[in-house]
């Protein structure tokens, strides 16, 4: 007997899980075969190789659909594709991708095949291998955004089951902190892995001393003679925000370095003593309390990375998990430095999907401002399904509204496909819905249905009306339902690829049919001519660069406190809540979908119109595969012109430091700062970048003649001769 020649393949695995699948036991499977039960257990386990006659024998005597599957699966020749595992939920499509190449290949070969349908053959593979390397992947990851304080981290630990045992408080019962609002301290990433434990990604030792810069400017402020003294009663608080850092980080700054807030009676009135600005009294300068204030933080020892639940531990994992994620988010924990991310591993699959890998991320709550890159690489991410969180009675919030304008504005494809509502009503808000008539729901369902109204008319106005809306009382209802709706999501975008599969390998076969048929090449000269004489007329652009800095400007307009703005002046504009650098690389990007994203939709309207003319019925799917071919480039052109806008704006204006100083300069002369720096950087922008202005149409130019080289590649009306 020969061994199975895919040998390389966990085939005992996969035999095993069809033979559990069609409900049969080891020995019933032995009995009938020739081996014993202890001679298939090793096989399934992997220990002893398995013949072809003895695989097809037991898949044989299993006899079910799944065990006549395996048996194709393993004769199958992947030639063009890497083969995947035999549970793979995308394992037909991917099939089917690699039979369309196999005859794609075989149609190049051919010295008969006219320069007319050889560029078919290159348009039809470069298209299936974009969409099989999509669906050969199956993780993905779902990104959960909202304002602080709607109830974010409440509805993933529902929905994920992190959840404490033995608590029915919902506060006191998550294993991510929640409450009112500004508590999680940075990203918070939920996957499967080995055990239970807790990883973080630190920030650097340089960005936290900007913050504690911050902090101590701060404190040696407030504790000047004619400022407010440290103790005071506690119903007195500051509603501005002289900090200009976010008060988790704070926080994790107060507790690591041991300068909590005390509260205590004093003649009969609860007094707020502030040990940081007590020790702040102690020294004139701020550089001194720095020194001081990084010195208690103790940050060379605090070097851990991880840390997993020990065996035999008294707690629960969820417990234990609890704890150590609350020490860590608030900076209590001796050993953790302040993390950038902060990542909870599980040993089950996330979401309880076996088949699709998915990773919760649960975003730092947006404050004052929404646009922010760590939200809108997102919509981006062809992997990541959006979940923007919403209170019940502002949805959608405005916040989300913005979000999701820019990242269609700034030309994010297939935002319904992957984008979800998530609408977090509290306890009696649904049952509060009135019709017209003044009349009350009658159902927390019916008011569901009643505020949907609402919000897909809302949603509409900015064309957007087929977004998915869900509603979930994270308090009430069990997490079941959305959960599987969650996963559904995915399931849908990624047949949304198996379909464009079917697709384009429908169009190979009626290539190979068609490509021998005179009148057929006619029709698609014809269709090529018309297309080509498109792009001779658009070939060469002019492009403009003004108005890059439009969105930079807005958002400092836009930003409440000028103590923020001045946090990210003294970074030098690159500071997560006001990066200067993500709002210019958005407008770099702007100005290309404005003016290469219109163009091209000139181009589209030609072929989308050649669709329907009689007669052309035979270059339809021909051209739907050219208008796929250059979405999916003008979607990499707009990621590369926004990387490359950022980096470059990094290494002009970073570096301009009579700038931020001149900026850092007008802090503390009076009102007004905010619009000082916004002028000031507008000024900046019109004077003094020539050479980002150019380098800004550079990166246009050579976008758009990258778009013009696939469109020539693919609709050239003959071979170019080669250059002398």
Not at 334 to 351: A, Q, S, W, Y
Request: net charge negative; hydrophobic share 35%.
């Amino acid at each position: 007997m020969s061994e199975l020649k895919t040998s390389a393949l966990p085939i005992g695995q996969y035999l095993a899980k069809v033979r559990e699948e069609a409900g049969m036991s080891q020995v019933q499977l032995s009995q009938a075969v020739t081996f014993s039960s202890a001679t298939l257990s090793r096989m399934e386990s992997g220990e002893k190789p398995i013949s072809d006659e003895d695989l097809a024998g037991m898949l044989a005597a299993i006899g079910t659909p799944k065990a006549a599957e395996l048996a194709e699966f393993v004769t199958q020749a992947w030639d063009h594709l890497a083969r995947p595992a035999f549970d793979h939920p995308d394992r037909g499509s991917l099939w089917q991708a690699n039979l369309a190449l196999r005859r794609l290949a075989d149609l190049r070969n051919d010295d008969t095949l006219t320069a007319v349908f050889m560029r078919q053959v290159d348009l039809y593979e470069g298209e299936i291998r974009r969409v099989a390397e999509f669906l050969a992947s199956c993780e993905h990851q779902i990104a959960f955004v909202g304002s602080i304080g709607v109830g974010k981290s409440t509805g993933i630990c529902k929905m994920t089951s992190l959840l404490k045992p033995g608590e029915d408080k919902p506060d006191r019962q998550n294993v991510l902190e929640s409450g009112a609002g500004g508590i999680t301290l940075c990203d918070v990433h939920i996957a499967q892995g080995p055990g239970y434990g807790l990883r973080i990604e630190p920030r650097t030792e340089d960005s936290i001393r900007r913050d504690v810069e911050d902090f101590c400017d701060y404190l040696i402020a407030a504790t000047r003679p004619d400022a407010q003294k440290s103790s005071q009663p506690e119903e007195e608080e500051d509603d501005g925000d002289p900090l200009g850092i976010s008060k988790e980080v704070v926080r994790a700054i107060r507790n690591m370095a041991d300068l909590r807030e005390e509260r205590r009676e004093e003649g009969g009135k609860r007094v707020r003593i502030d040990r940081a600005k007590e020790l702040a009294k102690t020294f004139s300068s701020a550089q001194d309390l720095r020194i001081q204030v990084m010195t208690k933080m103790g940050l060379p020892g605090r070097d851990r990375l991880d840390e997993w639940y020990p065996a035999n531990h008294p707690q629960s994992p969820m417990h234990w998990l609890q704890d150590l994620f609350a020490q860590i988010n608030n900076g209590r924990h001796p050993k953790f430095t302040i993390p950038r991310k902060i990542e909870i591993i599980v040993p089950d699959p996330v979401l309880a999907s076996r088949e699709l890998p998915i990773r919760i991320i649960d975003t730092k709550g947006i404050d004052q401002t929404a646009e922010r890159q760590d939200l809108e690489s997102h919509f981006d991410n062809p992997k990541t399904v959006v979940v923007l969180c919403s209170r019940f009675n502002d949805a959608p919030e405005v916040a989300l509204q913005t979000l999701l304008r820019r990242a269609r504005d700034g030309g994010a494809r297939d935002l319904p496909l992957k984008t979800v509502l998530f609408v977090l009503p509290r306890p009696e808000e649904a049952m509060a819905e009135k019709y017209d008539d003044g009349t009350h729901v009658e159902t927390d369902s019916e008011g569901y249905d009643r505020k949907r109204e609402g919000v897909l008319f809302r949603l509409n106005q900015q064309q957007l009306s087929s977004l998915s809306v869900e509603f979930f009382n994270a308090r009430e209802e069990s997490g079941r339902a959305v959960r599987e709706r969650l996963i559904e999501k995915i399931v849908d975008y990624r047949r949304h690829h198996a379909d464009q599969v079917t697709r384009l390998s429908k169009a190979v076969g009626h290539l190979d049919e068609n490509r021998k048929d005179a009148n057929v090449r006619a029709v698609f000269e014809h269709v090529m001519g018309d297309l080509n004489a498109w792009i001779r007329t658009n070939r060469h652009m002019d492009f403009s660069e003004k108005g890059v800095q439009q969105p930079l400007l807005s958002a400092i307009n836009g930003t409440r406190y000028a103590s923020r703005i001045r946090a990210a002046v003294r970074r030098y504009g690159n500071w997560d809540d006001l990066d200067y650098y993500h709002h210019l690389a958005y407008g770099v990007r702007k100005l290309a979908v404005d003016q290469i994203g219109t163009k091209i939709d000139g181009f589209k309207v030609i072929a989308n119109n050649l669709m329907t003319v009689d007669g052309v019925s035979v270059a339809k799917e021909f051209l739907q595969g050219v208008v796929s071919a250059i979405d999916a480039a003008l979607d990499q052109s707009y990621r590369h012109i926004q990387s490359a806008g950022r980096e470059m704006f990094k290494q002009t204006l970073a570096n301009d430091h009579e700038f931020w100083a001149k900026c850092e300069e007008r802090w503390g002369r009076g009102p007004g700062y905010r619009t000082a720096i916004r002028d000031m950087t507008d000024e900046e922008f019109t004077k003094n970048l020539e050479e980002a202005h150019r380098i800004i149409l550079g990166l246009l130019s050579v976008e758009w003649e990258k778009l013009m080289s696939l469109m020539e590649r693919v609709l050239q009306e003959q071979t170019k001769a080669p250059a002398a």
